[in-house]
């Protein structure tokens, strides 16, 4: 069980993530019993098969940072959850793909970061669509992801848009000149 | 100049207190070393060869009196009571202590100030012209642009995690003055055939390692689209751009990897999602970030003050600064001030925290209380009546910032180098110190005229020593100090980079170096030719032959004095 942070609280969690081992194919490998977010190159291997799993809510597919997210376009109504790695904390790519996936390609559903996914960094998940944020197990205790939930709220008005709030500030308030 | 409102305030106060936080979280051991890097540097600090340093915005180089005030306050508090103006207009402290910077933080937000993005791999403080809105070649004030770039850039969600850093600069006169042909996005303000405001776009530009001259990738680009525009370009490079490797890791290289035209192809693509959509700015904000920027209130005044022809006619030395340190203003009866941070022996763009408080006072008894900041490291009193320039030339002078050297070979650009900076190869403040003393001489150096020279520690090339006239870089050989020269390039409108003369040269060289460069200038040029008009008549050759001559020659003398 991990635990994990959706909707601004935290909740355990048991969904798995595959990783393809070293001389493992993605079109041979085989997806056990239980929640799995699988690669996308599984995904797209094993799609027929798949399909049922991801339709039941108990299948997920993860895109890695150099995955294009158009190419997951046409499955994007029949999966309930997407996830996005970020393979170290300072690589950005995932927020863009996010952001594809939620204002570009219309993903509603579950949309979670993985991966290195650290506490400084989850107000710019939420605000590029994650609606659940999985640190790596273990990373925080308890104790400390109750003191992050603090940081989701790190900035009460952000000047642009993004997925969140898609209107910058100066469409969502009346700013005026101070005398 | 802008002032905060409530929304600008609240951001840069829940950055302190989430910055106060993280720091706390470092300190007790909560947050690992490579953890905290990148939250450092998005606050502009650095870990130093001797302590902390601590970058600080300065948007577009614009500053009120009591910011600048607060500047000195925190240099004599939390530094050794100086501060150093850097070649994106920012302002650094080179010795505060880390667990005291959420404090410095603090501080700096009551004067609507904040360190955001001034380092790290994101979007950084843009940068503009120091004259802008009194340069009489200005078509569209850059100033309400920067601005919105700026609150637009600010905590942008998408791109806080870049491949490299990203600098956007923005120039809106005939001249560029904001070196934007060497930015990651040089956005440049004209009018098109109907006279409506957009920006052709410059992309891929910049100094560093690799150096490359930004290509044009839009004509032009309406003003209301900018910030979708700019999206599209940030979401390409934030995909595609390469993170594997640190060095190639800018735009500039993804743009010469797949050519300007599949770039912008890409750009144009993700444009075309983006454009009308809620990033589009509206005339109402556009007006609201503009109004900050109207005229202050000028007098009507003759053209020309005969009190100052006639103090110029009698003394000489305010006639040598008015010649080099005051600037023609677009309204009649006014100047703009060029005070010098590059007095003989002082590091070029340093300032002590006295010297802040004066400029803080003369600017406002004499500027509307606002001060600009060049990227050539020194600071702008911008409206001053002309009739006021005598007696404030006394006042600067006292102050020892009115050396009259803008633009001369004593203006020299320099990063902190290998005494501060642990990214550095070499010195370059020793360097531009033996330089200035080797050409102290006022006449001579007026002799000698316009030229730029700029100095970097190393390829980073934070001192510009690609676009100087004379260009010198640091370089590590066996874990010595030498100095690669080049000559030829130059800023501006027609932004050129410098070709390397030949093998580099030891510390003690160069002043020699740069006489030697001097004198075949002096022999070669044709009247009103300056420096870098006769290298791009003559070639380098000439330059070349004579410093390896000089060496050769200087190399025997030694050697005759070691042997007897």
Known sequence: MAEIIKHGAIHADDWEVLHLAEGQDAATVEVEHGRWIVPFAVWHAQRDKLAARAEAGVLGVWLAGGDDPALLADDLVRLQLVAVDFPRFADGRGYSIATLLRARLGYGGELRAIGNVLRDQFFFYLRCGFDVIQPQPGRYSVEQLQAALASLADFSEPYQGAVDRAEPLFRRVRREVRA | ?564
């Open chain 2, 1 to 564: 100049m802008y002032k905060y409102d409530e929304y600008d305030q609240r951001i840069v106060d829940e950055r302190v207190a989430q910055f106060r936080d993280q720091t706390r979280r470092y300190l007790a051991g909560e947050l690992a070393d490579d953890e905290f890097r990148p939250l450092r540097l998005q606050n502009g600090l650095y870990i130093q060869r001797h302590a902390p340093m601590l970058r600080v915005a300065i948007p577009y180089g614009n500053l009120r009196a009591g910011q600048v005030r607060k500047l000195a306050h925190i240099a004599r508090t939390y530094d050794r009571g100086y501060a150093h103006f850097t070649t994106r207009q920012n302002v650094q402290f080179n010795w505060p202590k880390l667990e005291d910077v959420p404090e410095i933080l603090a501080e700096l937000a009551t004067v609507q100030m904040h360190a955001i993005q001034t380092s790290g791999a994101c979007i950084r403080n843009v940068t503009s012209d120091p004259f802008a809105g009194v340069a009489g070649d200005e078509h569209i004030d850059p100033r309400p642009w920067g601005e919105i770039v700026r609150q637009w850039s600010t905590f942008h969600p998408e791109f806080a995690f870049l491949p490299r850093k990203f600098k956007i600069a923005v120039n809106g006169a005939a001249e560029d003055r904001a070196v934007i042909q060497a930015h990651d996005i040089g956005l440049d303000l004209k009018h098109d055939a109907a006279g409506r405001i957009g920006f052709r776009v410059l992309v891929g530009g910049g100094l560093g390692r690799t150096p490359v001259i930004g290509e044009e990738i839009a004509a032009f680009v309406p003003w209301q689209h900018v910030l979708s525009y700019c999206e599209a370009i940030l979401r390409v490079y934030n995909l595609h751009g390469r993170r594997d490797n640190l060095y190639k890791a800018r735009i500039k290289i993804l743009v010469k990897a797949l050519g300007i035209e599949e770039f912008r192809r890409q750009v144009d693509a993700e444009f075309a999602h983006l454009k009308d959509g809620p990033a589009t700015l509206t005339e109402a904000e556009v007006a609201r970030v503009a109004q900050h920027f109207d005229d202050p209130e000028y007098a009507e005044l003759p053209a020309a003050d005969a009190g100052f022809a006639a103090r110029k006619a009698e003394n000489k030395p305010f006639a040598a600064w008015a010649k080099r340190n005051v600037r023609a203003h677009k309204r009649a009866g006014y100047a703009s001030v060029v005070l010098s941070l590059k007095p003989t022996g002082v590091a070029p763009g340093d300032i002590s925290a006295e010297q802040l408080e004066r400029v803080a006072e003369l600017s406002e008894r004499y500027s509307f209380g606002e001060v600009r900041v060049t990227h050539e490291q020194n600071l702008v009193l911008a409206d001053v009546r002309q009739s006021e320039l005598f007696e404030l030339w006394q006042q600067v002078r006292d102050a020892r910032l009115a050396t009259p050297n803008i633009g001369l070979l004593t203006d020299i650009i320099a990063c902190p180098g290998g005494d501060f900076c642990n990214l550095a190869n070499a010195k370059s403040i020793p360097i531009a110190n033996a330089i200035q003393a080797r050409f102290d001489d006022l006449d001579y150096l007026f002799d000698i005229g316009e030229i730029e020279l700029n100095i970097s520690g190393c390829m980073n090339a934070c001192g510009h020593h690609h676009v100087g006239h004379i260009g010198v870089l640091g370089v590590d050989k066996n874990g010595e100090e030498w100095y690669q020269v080049t000559i030829g390039g130059s800023q501006g409108n027609d932004t050129a980079l410098g070709k390397v003369i030949g093998p580099s040269f030891a510390a003690h060289e160069m002043p020699d170096v740069v006489e030697s460069l001097i004198s075949v200038y002096l022999e070669l040029r044709h009247a009103d030719e300056r420096f870098i008009d006769t290298v791009r008549r003559v070639g380098a050759e000439p330059f070349k032959t004579r410093v390896y001559a000089d060496r050769a020659a200087r190399l025997e003398d030694e050697r005759k004095v070691v042997n007897g």
